[in-house]
């Protein structure tokens, strides 16, 4: 059983910056890819980006079209945390963000939630204009 614990979520304006952490329970962090997923008010969870599981770097990284260039994702298996830092970030950034953990390269290679494992609870992200 793994645990995700997300933080840093809050209010921005646009044009700002956040960096959202997430820390995972367990001593196998490294063996599982990690992802971020948002879901926007009446619509659906989305893919934002993902990171290759393994004891890297390098470590394999896939973005969204609409966050290419502005969000990054990393991870630190030293302290069983995964980031994503979102620059330039606009309103239509706003939802609430969804670490995730996989087994598989699914997700991460085709950008699906499909083959997650674990969720965490979700942090809040809202960027005003």
């Known amino acids: 059983q793994v645990q995700l614990v997300e933080s840093g979520g809050g209010l921005v304006q646009a044009g700002g910056s956040l960096r959202l952490s997430c820390a995972a329970s367990?001593?196998?962090?490294?063996?599982?890819?990690m992802g971020w997923f948002r879901q926007a008010p009446g619509k659906e969870r989305e893919f934002v980006s993902a990171?290759?599981?393994?004891?890297?770097?390098?470590?394999?990284?896939n973005y969204a079209d609409s966050v290419k260039d502005r969000f990054t994702v990393s991870r630190d298996n030293a302290k069983n945390t995964v980031y994503l830092q979102m620059n330039s970030l606009k309103p239509e950034d706003t939802a609430v963000y969804y670490c995730?953990?996989?087994?598989?390269?699914?997700?991460?290679?085709?950008?699906?939630?499909?083959?997650?494992?674990?969720w965490g609870q979700g942090t809040q992200v809202t960027v005003s204009s």
């Open positions: 990171i290759s599981r393994g004891s890297g770097p390098p470590f394999y990284a």
């Open positions: 367990g001593r196998t962090f490294s063996s599982y890819g």
């Open positions: 995730a953990a996989s087994r598989i390269s699914r997700p991460i290679v085709y950008r699906t939630s499909t083959g997650i494992d674990y």
